[in-house]
């Protein structure tokens, strides 16, 4: 088994085909697909399944996948280490608390540790940067959860080892229009709002998945769009919205947006990695950096 294989089989993997996989490598077709038959014998087992319309994985190859990855992760990080290149660790978050909440990890992250390189990935998708730690092309990610586990807000998290720290409690506010029919009504229940339109964003949502935990069918859901656009419609007495509190602050105290008395759980800010690969440089650091 060859490093060069394994980079031209993560190529295949990547691009479907043998042809696609060669051009993005500026290698022959029949280059490549040797280099993929070296490694099936090498392992033993088949890794793709061939067909007309592309290269599938099999079980085995699979699993290859995985190992393919670290492997090679692994050879780039001896590299720049025997290099002296400086560490590089690459943090995913969601784009609602990348503004709010990142900056202060990295300042802590700077000063604990000031050699250290931080590339951050915002993402408005929950699943692209758990899908990007469980394939190590992260090394942690910011998310919004709550419950035990991760997921623990009615998502699936992806079939991998991760682990994850509760770093803040991240608050909700139920929030609608002065003057709306419910606003000043103290010990609202589910049930008291019952017939109300409920602006949301997209099914995989934090505060869709929150919502759905706290109010289940008695409201309308009503799309919007992202966390500014729900709480601009709900100024503007198109429905009621469950949002962070801290997105919210400055209209509450301006006035323009009521807080509902309505009980609303809040979520948690999570730091999630991959268990296995907390050996990495400078994860332990992004880890105590986190919840200093």
């Not at 294989?5 to 060669?22: I, K, N, P, S």
């Not at 000031?114 to 910011?142: F, K, T």
């Not at 589910?190 to 409201?219: H, I, M, Q, T, Y």
């Amino acid at each position: 088994m060859e490093f060069r294989q394994l980079r031209t089989f993560e190529a295949v993997v990547g691009h479907g085909t043998v042809t696609d996989a060669a051009n993005a490598l500026d290698l022959a077709p029949s280059s490549v697909s040797e280099q993929i038959r070296a490694l099936e014998r090498s392992v033993g087992v088949p890794l793709f399944d061939r067909s007309p319309h592309g290269m599938r994985l099999t079980a085995a190859g699979e699993r290859m996948h995985g190992w393919a990855g670290r492997l090679l992760r692994q050879a780039e990080q001896a590299r720049a280490e025997v290099a002296g290149e400086r560490p590089v660790l690459r943090l995913g978050a969601l784009e609602t608390i990348a503004a709010t909440h990142v900056p202060g990890v990295l300042a802590r992250l700077a000063e604990r540790r000031p050699g250290l390189r931080v590339e951050v990935r915002s993402d408005a998708a929950r699943d692209q940067l758990l899908g990007a730690v469980a394939a190590g092309d992260l090394e942690a990610a910011l998310l919004l959860d709550a419950g035990d586990g991760v997921g623990g807000l009615g998502f699936t998290p992806p079939p991998a080892p991760l682990d994850h720290l509760d770093l803040e409690p991240v608050p909700l506010a139920l929030v609608a229009a002065p003057g709306h029919r419910l606003d000043g009504v103290p010990g609202l229940a589910p049930d008291d709002l019952r017939g109300e339109k409920l602006l949301v964003n997209v099914p995989a949502c934090s505060f869709w998945l929150a919502g759905e935990r706290l109010l289940g069918s008695a409201v309308e859901r009503v799309r919007a769009g992202s966390v500014t656009v729900m709480s601009a419609w709900a100024e503007r007495g198109l429905g009621i919205a469950l949002v962070p509190e801290f997105s919210v602050r400055d209209r509450l105290d301006a006035g323009t947006l009521v807080r509902l008395a309505l009980d609303a759980p809040g979520l948690s800010l999570r730091l999630v990695w991959r268990a296995d690969r907390e050996a990495l440089p400078g994860l332990r650091e992004m880890l105590y950096a986190a919840v200093a």
